[in-house]
């Protein structure tokens, strides 16, 4: 266990708060292929499920927006959430755990995250609770358990009054009641619609909301507003009396409240177990009864459901690391596998992933599962269009609809297809995809996977301007950049040199599948785009983020806001477009105007006001999300660029600087359990607000994280099926030790600095290797790596 702070603490695989107010916004995330949620320390939970669409079975009080997930979204009073109230016999002192909605002063209190299930640890009264929470491993439901120790040499009488929000179903029909024979609450509903079409689109929707107990209950209440009374939910009316009246809900906002009168002899204990979730009819609850509750060995006597039937929300152990740095070792071993897991398996919650999200999001879980990656690309490619085009969003079900940012056309999906490629096919090395056939979305004709990617290629080369910059129209990997190129004139300098880098990237690929000849065009064609960048978007001293439709270039030094965008700048980095000259002017740029504390900013300064030539970012909030905030996607962008240019150092910081720790915990408000879409920037403009986690887990962060640790920190990248080993460690580091699962075989790596050596030298088994490079990789044989590189002087981490 390491004391990072007298905030919160870790071991292996938890990290564990001990306050419910000094991290108020601090929560841990839970998911299935179907369902997510996001547990605040407090009790508040954001949950949704899959059906056809993301959809909701807990909501606030009153009608919610149906949209995608947001960063920063705070807590209040009837925020939805999972609580328990108590009250001993006789007394009239109300608590609530885990602490929401009282709010009333806990002796003790531990907030515990794990990887495959969050528990709340509180002591008050001579009582001691344990809440757990799982998921279940498929359906979407919820397995709760409260356990009550009595500490006191007396009988304990309390009651126990769980409340599990429901919230505001719908305005043409919600009501509640109390099932004897499922012993529950069932809120039922009907949600909305008036397109005659959509009746039949959301039949076999699960409209029913319950809340199931294995334990007879005393009393019950299912309508928020019979609960609450007058006095609010932290001293809810119904509970001036012991017994709840039994109140349904009738088209007036369900909630579900039950109630157990329990007596606990001193010393010992009970357990009470809950099932909460949607289903479609009263026949699925009685499944989940069956299933979760009577099959259930283990329900009545310990704390867990069995494993079993429980969710696990890690992939495959397929790298850890030993360093110098603990707190980074658990993050790298732990939690950044975990959540690019999540993403590769539950697709951000939606139905029409973005198609940069998609494929970013699968070159992530290439590392964890590439058989998942596989067939990610194939569905991409089976979507895009004869033309070359790649759609906004891909469609993960027949039902599914391309929504909200995907109706805006974005000129960048088909830059990351050979990224995505790259990182496929030196993991698994698997060259017969290239020789795959598929449809397109708009033809029948099959063409090899090699020559959908030809016409993408081909699409990005003839979406540029006489210039030779490419397009932007609404927007490219920035989404609210949507008035640069809404004449379809405007250019976009990140799209240009993403485009250089991915034909780069696609000529590698060419050369080592033998399609030499192709290669040499490539990359003739990535360096005219590069000479075309240097030519019109280089003003002093870094590159600009664009040309207008009306041939302003904005994101220069003349700018009183946004002078300086990131991305152009790593991706310039990645192309070959910048030369050492324009790097170091670049970096010094980089680190002038927006490297903070917190991070590296994705632009500076930020914009207080809408500019008309560049859109939608300019009106959002000030270092929030695109408008300046430390977007963690950029900053892994630039950290991948600085390791391909070996500033191991700077790219350590940043990726260093993107997990939260002791010494800045509560300006970021958030456990170090995911790195967030962004921390707060406008670094100079707004400092208090600074550093302030966005909360939002979804975030294309992860997948270049996990690249850089493995290729880059680690060094241990595939290649044609041959493992490539050179690690990059920070100056401040002189050993470490990874282990590496690779194409079913071990890689067990020490790393370590010796004064007799001047340049890296690898030994395989002892016997030291003419090449960086382990080749004829043997499945389920494990290899010891030893890799001697020089000492450094000057320690260039600081
Ligand atoms: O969505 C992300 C997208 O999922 O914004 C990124 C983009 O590259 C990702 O594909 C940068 O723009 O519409 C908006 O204003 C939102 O800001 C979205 O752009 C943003 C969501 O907030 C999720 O972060």
């Not at 809408?610 to 300019?618: L, N, S, W």
Request: proline share 4%; hydrophobic share 35%.
């Amino acid at each position: 266990m390491s004391q990072q702070s007298d905030l919160f603490y870790s071991t292996k695989e938890r990290i564990t708060l001990t306050s419910p107010t000094e991290l108020d916004q601090a929560s841990g995330y839970l998911w299935n292929k179907k369902m997510l949620l996001q547990v605040n320390c407090a009790g508040y939970v954001k949950s949704q499920y899959m059906q056809h669409d993301a959809s909701k079975y807990s909501y606030g009080p009153n009608i919610e927006a149906k949209t995608f997930m947001m960063p920063e979204q705070e807590f209040y009073a009837h925020h939805p959430g999972r609580f328990f109230y108590i009250k001993e016999e006789n007394k009239d002192s109300l608590i609530s755990i885990p602490f929401a909605p009282v709010k009333s002063q806990l002796e003790s209190f531990e907030f515990s995250v794990g990887q495959n299930d969050i528990c709340w640890r509180i002591k008050h009264g001579g009582l001691k609770y344990k809440i757990s929470l799982q998921l279940a491993k498929e359906d979407v439901v919820e397995l709760w358990s409260l356990k009550i120790i009595n500490q006191t040499n007396k009988v304990k009488k309390i009651n126990v009054y769980p409340y599990f929000s429901i919230g505001y179903m719908s305005w043409m029909n919600q009501s509640a009641s109390f099932s004897s024979e499922l012993n529950g609450i069932i809120a039922s509903s009907i949600a909305p619609y008036q397109k005659t079409e959509d009746y039949y689109k959301q039949k076999d929707f699960k409209d029913l909301t319950f809340l199931l107990s294995n334990k007879k209950i005393d009393s019950y209440c299912a309508q928020l507003a019979a609960f609450e009374g007058t006095n609010g939910l932290h001293n809810p009316e119904a509970l001036k009396q012991e017994i709840l009246n039994n109140d349904s809900a009738n088209y007036q906002t369900p909630a579900a409240i039950l109630h157990h009168h329990i007596e606990i002899n001193p010393k010992k204990e009970t357990q009470l177990n809950y099932l909460f979730g949607p289903a479609k009819d009263i026949e699925d609850v009685k499944q989940f009864k069956r299933f979760y509750f009577e099959q259930n060995e283990t329900a009545s006597s310990k704390l867990k459901f069995d494993a079993f039937k429980t969710a696990s929300m890690t992939g495959p152990d397929v790298l850890q690391i030993e360093t110098p740095d603990p707190d980074f070792d658990r993050f790298v071993n732990q939690w950044l596998p975990r959540q690019v897991y999540y993403h590769g398996r539950v697709n951000r919650m939606t139905s029409d992933p973005q198609t940069r999200n998609y494929l970013q999001d699968n070159l992530g879980m290439c590392y964890l599962d590439s058989n998942a990656t596989r067939h990610a690309l194939v569905k991409a490619l089976s979507q895009q269009f004869r033309s070359g085009a790649m759609p906004d969003g891909i469609l993960l079900n027949p039902k599914a609809e391309l929504k909200y940012i995907n109706q805006i056309p974005h000129t960048d999906h088909c830059v990351w297809l050979p990224l995505l490629l790259e990182v496929y096919l030196d993991e698994m090395n698997d060259y017969q995809l290239l020789e795959e056939k598929i449809p397109y979305a708009d033809c029948s004709d099959r063409h090899t996977v090699r020559e959908h990617i030809e016409r993408s290629i081909i699409w990005l080369v003839n979406a540029r301007d006489e210039r030779g910059l490419s397009y932007i129209e609404q927007g490219d990997w920035c989404d609210p950049m949507n008035m640069v190129g809404v004449k379809g004139i405007g250019v976009s300098s990140w799209l240009s040199v993403a485009t250089a880098y991915s034909l780069n990237v696609w000529a590698k690929i060419c050369r080592q599948s033998g399609k030499e000849d192709k290669a040499e065009d490539l990359i003739e064609k990535a360096q005219e785009i590069n000479k075309a960048v240097n030519d019109y978007c280089w003003i002093d001293g870094w590159y600009a983020r664009g040309i207008t439709d009306n041939g302003r270039v904005f994101g220069t030094s003349d700018d009183e806001e946004g002078k300086i965008y990131l991305n152009p700048q790593s991706w310039a980095m990645l192309s070959g477009a910048a030369d050492s000259v324009k790097m170091n002017q670049l970096l010094e740029a980089i680190e002038a105007n927006l490297e903070t504390p917190d991070g590296v900013m994705m632009l500076a300064p930020s914009y207080t006001q809408m500019v008309e030539d560049i859109g939608r970012i300019t009106q959002k909030f000030p270092g929030v999300a695109e408008n300046g905030s430390v977007y963690n996607h950029a900053a892994a962008f630039y950290a991948y660029s600085l390791y391909q240019q070996n500033y191991s150092d700077k790219a350590f910081r940043v990726l260093r600087t993107m997990i939260p720790d002791g010494s800045n915990i509560e300006r970021r408000g958030q456990l170090p359990l995911f790195v967030p879409n962004y921390y707060r920037g406008a670094y100079h403009q707004l400092p208090e607000v600074a550093g302030r986690s966005s909360q939002l887990i979804n975030t294309g962060t992860t997948a270049w994280y996990y690249r850089c640790v493995i290729e880059n920190l680690c060094g241990l990248k595939g290649s044609q099926g041959d493992l490539l080993v050179n690690p990059q460690l920070p100056s401040h580091w002189n050993i470490m030790q990874v282990t590496r699962r690779f194409k079913e075989a071990t890689f067990n790596m020490q790393v370590e600095r010796d004064e007799n050596v001047v340049s890296q030298q690898v030994y395989l088994d002892n016997k030291l290797l003419d090449t960086a490079k382990v080749t004829n990789i043997q499945p389920g044989k494990e290899y010891q790596l030893r890799v001697l590189i020089p000492i450094v002087n000057e320690n260039k981490f600081v």
